[in-house]
């Protein structure tokens, strides 16, 4: 079974500060991760992904993300925050070696004050 | 290249009507995952098709719930006899199927059983 845990429902930041969206996660063989952010109303978009080799990965509008195998994590970061980031974040998990379907945390609404 | 299409919108049903929601993929990609997200939740594997075949239905719900990918036309996911309860945002999200596969995903389908 392969499951994926967000510690923080609510992460706030002020702007043009660093910020992290937390994520781990559990599977039985080697990941396959993601992360998604969904703005109101709207589907989810696809922000980055991490396969294999270099473990820090770097995505869509600055953000990335540091895969570390030992504390089976995937935090997101970004260096410098911006108002427009204020969303809804998702990591997915999927196990590289079996069913496609991904599994994802429960969300982190991030808030990017002025 | 148009994304992942999803019709309608928002959809509106009483209980014990049935509801259609429709998914056409993104070009080229012949993988359809549908996926549910109840209000405060994260996102739920449902099904995952390719053409004329379901691979993966082990999130379907064994009553009232069906879904298709037929050769011509978009992926159809049908509700039966609806219920307060499945009122939700359904997503629909499509791949091109060759590893390492990313997920795109539609807008959703907003349904409101009243």
């Known amino acids: 079974a392969q499951s994926v845990a967000q510690p923080e429902d609510q992460v706030n930041v002020a702007e043009g500060n660093p910020l992290t969206v937390k994520c781990t996660y559990s599977v039985s063989g080697n990941p396959y991760l993601f992360w998604y952010v969904q703005y109101p109303n709207r589907g989810l978009q696809f922000l980055l992904k991490?396969?294999?080799?270099?473990?820090l990965v770097k995505g869509s509008y600055g953000f990335e993300a540091e895969f570390n195998k030992s504390q089976t994590s995937f935090h997101l970061k970004k260096p410098s925050a911006l108002v427009s980031d204020s969303a809804l974040y998702f990591c997915?998990?999927?196990?590289?070696?079996?069913?496609?379907?991904?599994?994802f945390g429960s969300g982190t609404q991030l808030t990017v004050l002025p | 290249n148009a994304g992942v299409m999803q019709n309608p919108r928002h959809l509106v049903r009483r209980r014990g009507q049935e509801a259609r929601l429709r998914c056409s993929p993104m070009?080229?990609?012949?993988?359809v995952y549908w996926y549910r997200q109840l209000p405060e939740e994260g996102l739920k594997f449902m099904v995952y098709l390719q053409k004329e075949n379901i691979i993966d239905e082990s999130g379907m719900p064994k009553e009232r719930f069906s879904a298709e990918f037929p050769k011509e036309g978009p992926s159809i996911l049908r509700i039966q006899q609806v219920v307060r309860g499945d009122s939700a945002a359904y997503f629909c999200?499509?791949?091109?199927?060759?590893?390492?596969?990313?997920?795109?995903f539609g807008p959703g389908t907003r349904l409101t059983v009243l």
């Open positions: 997915a998990v999927r196990d590289r070696g079996s069913a496609r379907q991904l599994t």
């Open positions: 991490y396969i294999t080799g270099d473990n």
């Open positions: 999200a499509s791949s091109p199927g060759r590893e390492p596969d990313t997920q795109y």
């Open positions: 070009k080229g990609h012949s993988h």
